[in-house]
T-cell receptor, first 113, second 113 residues
Framework: EPEVTQTPSHQVTQMGQEVILRCVPI?????FYWYRQILGQKVEFLVS????????KSEIFDDQFSVERPDGSNFTLKIRSTKLEDSAMYFC???????????FGQGTRLTVV | KQEVTQIPAALSVPEGENLVLNCSFT??????LQWFRQDPGKGLTSLLL?????REQTSGRLNASLDKSSGRSTLYIAASQPGDSATYLC????????????FGTGTSLTVIP
């Protein structure tokens, strides 16, 4: 069964460092998302991406964040200068057609120290 | 802004019991509602998707219903098993935003052998 793959599963970084979280979506998916879940809190929407551009972004997704799909397969989330409050589980998700079933990856646990 | 609430926050039942998890949302103008399962420290596994024109979906021992007018969905689990122990999340998508979900805080289910 096809699945969304995220790497790494866990990343520890120092405050102020740049991190790139990687996702390989299901091959026929067209719409992509990043979500995050701070420990003990709700899963929150960060950004949606379609046709190589951002469709929507939340207020969390400020200038420190960026996304791209450079090679038509990997979908990445970059945080330019990490802060302690960026520590969370980050989930990538995708769907084939709009408003169909969304499939999530296993997540990357980011710890900023 | 859409608010999604799940009750109860935690539930413990003996194996074999049937149970109902509740999800309520404040804005009835939704497109999709999707139920997920999350195991500790893991990703989100899709259980059932209900599109706005549907009233229920079934998969195996799971049945999810949707009443948009009252802003409610229920997830019914029949003949619960210890392997069903997990956190169950309800997620609601607004129209014209793809799967930009608003998530509930989840119900933590423990099935006692």
């Amino acid at each position: 069964e096809p699945e969304v793959t995220q790497t790494p599963s866990h990343q520890v970084t120092q405050m102020g460092q740049e991190v790139i979280l990687r996702c390989v979506p299901i091959s026929n998916h067209l719409y992509f998302y990043w979500y995050r879940q701070i420990l003990g809190q709700k899963v929150e929407f960060l950004v949606s991406f379609y046709n190589n551009e951002i469709s929507e972004k939340s207020e969390i997704f400020d200038d420190q964040f960026s996304v791209e799909r450079p090679d038509g397969s990997n979908f990445t989330l970059k945080i330019r200068s990490t802060k302690l409050e960026d520590s969370a589980m980050y989930f990538c998700a995708g769907e084939g057609n709009r408003n169909t079933e969304a499939f999530f990856g296993q997540g990357t646990r980011l710890t900023v120290v | 802004k859409q608010e999604v609430t799940q009750i109860p926050a935690a539930l413990s039942v003996p194996e074999g019991e049937n149970l109902v998890l509740n999800c309520s949302f404040t804005d009835s103008a939704i497109y999709n509602l999707q139920w997920f399962r999350q195991d500790p420290g893991k990703g989100l596994t899709s259980l059932l998707l209900i599109q706005s024109s549907q009233r229920e979906q079934t998969s195996g021992r799971l049945n999810a219903s949707l009443d948009k007018s009252s802003g409610r969905s229920t997830l019914y689990i029949a003949a619960s098993q210890p392997g069903d122990s997990a956190t169950y999340l309800c997620a609601v998508a607004r129209p014209n935003t793809g799967n930009q979900f608003y998530f509930g805080t989840g119900t933590s289910l423990t099935v006692i052998p």
